[in-house]
């Protein structure tokens, strides 16, 4: 049965499972959220762009010039699945951009540069160049990547991970810049999963940028993608991969306190490990979404005081505060959801207690 066995009748035993039910195959889908703009610099997030923006300006002036592409700083070189939006941060500076070797000025490049970058894009390469200061885009395409066979190296670490034996190094000789690239955001995910506490939010994070890059040619990468923002409570991030009909939409809107119209559940063809208690916890807020509110009692029984006192994971301990707060106001026990409520330290889910401390207070 174990890992090859795809699909499972009994929830109970797909919430114990240590490995996740996730559709590989590639669907085109909109997002179901208006878009967020993330500070790539802290964790604030804006509505619109000229708020960021502005943002940056006030708060991070340091930075003499700055790219971004899709939302997120480019260093040095970048990889994407396709140029959505480019927008060029110069303070004070009137040199024009050169883009792959043609000079634009400053009027023309400030109208639009992702129209410009977009027009000016060779094979799939672009160079954007500020006096000095180059950056180098690499815009990916589906020929650049041979799904299947990543899609076996991905499931041979999948199961070498369930089994906790070593993930092997690959020979990369066989694979691609891309390919190893995407491989390589995986080979930290897996890591990750394994590794001592100390060692796990660096692997994350790589995965995170890595695997970036591959969200719109990978299935399985945005699965990751997903993953990893919930992990960490990153609510913002989350939102802005969600898709209609997806288990991971009903978890956005357990974090913000809306109830699910319907809830998902995971199927599909392949699998993908991940950390056992971290599928507990996914199966746990699905659970609360559908209401199976005797499922989540059973889920919150191992977790008493003394243990969520113990618990390394302060993202994994606000979640299971979270869920006892939400079940002692469900069931009127105000005073047991302020204490569990006063417990989280998670930032994005302060205006949450602050509202149901107000609301106490006028009772």
């Excluded at 092997?168 to 890591?191: A, M, P, Q, V």
């Excluded at 990893?228 to 974090?255: G, Q, T």
Aim: proline share 4%; glycine share 4%; aromatic share 12%.
């Amino acid at each position: 049965m174990g890992f090859v066995k795809y699909f499972e009748d009994d929830q109970r035993i797909i919430g114990e499972r240590k490995y996740f039910h996730s559709t590989f195959e590639l669907l085109e889908r909109p997002n179901v959220y208006p878009p967020i703009f993330d500070c790539p610099y802290c964790n604030l997030s804006f509505s619109d762009k000229p708020k960021l923006f502005d943002h940056i300006v006030k708060h991070h002036s340091t930075v003499s010039r700055m790219l971004i592409l899709n939302q997120q700083v480019v260093q040095n070189v970048a990889h994407v699945g396709k140029i959505e939006s480019l927008v060029l941060i110069r303070y004070n500076l009137t040199e024009p951009v050169k883009i792959n070797g043609e000079v634009f000025p400053c009027s023309e490049q400030n109208s639009d540069i992702t129209a410009l970058a977009q027009k000016s894009l060779r094979s799939n390469k672009l160079e954007i160049q500020i006096g000095e200061r180059v950056w180098k885009i690499v815009v990916l395409r589906s020929e650049d990547i041979n799904l299947p066979k990543l899609e076996t190296v991905i499931t041979e670490w999948s199961m070498e991970t369930q089994n906790h034996h070593p993930i092997r190094k690959w020979d990369k000789s066989g694979f691609n810049t891309f390919e190893s690239r995407c491989l390589g955001g995986f080979f930290n995910y897996f890591i990750a999963c394994n590794a001592e506490p100390v060692f796990k939010t660096a692997r994350y994070e790589d995965a995170l940028q890595l695997l970036s890059e591959f969200e719109q040619f990978v299935p399985a990468a945005n699965v990751i993608l997903k993953l990893i923002a919930f992990k960490f409570n990153w609510v913002d991030k989350l939102r802005s991969l969600c898709c209609e009909a997806d288990p991971f939409a009903n978890i956005y809107e357990f974090f913000v306190g809306a109830n699910s119209d319907k809830v998902y559940s995971f199927s599909g063809d392949k699998e993908i490990y991940i950390e056992d208690d971290l599928g507990k916890s996914v199966q746990a807020i699905l659970d609360y979404q559908s209401q199976n509110y005797n499922r989540v009692d059973e889920y919150l029984r191992g977790f008493g005081q003394e243990t969520l006192q113990n618990m390394q994971d302060d993202n994994a301990r606000d979640r299971i505060y979270l869920l006892k707060a939400r079940l002692a106001t469900n069931r009127g026990r105000l005073h047991d959801a302020r204490k569990y409520y006063d417990e989280i330290k998670t930032p994005f889910f302060e205006a949450e207690r602050e509202k149901f401390v107000k609301n106490m207070r006028t009772e």
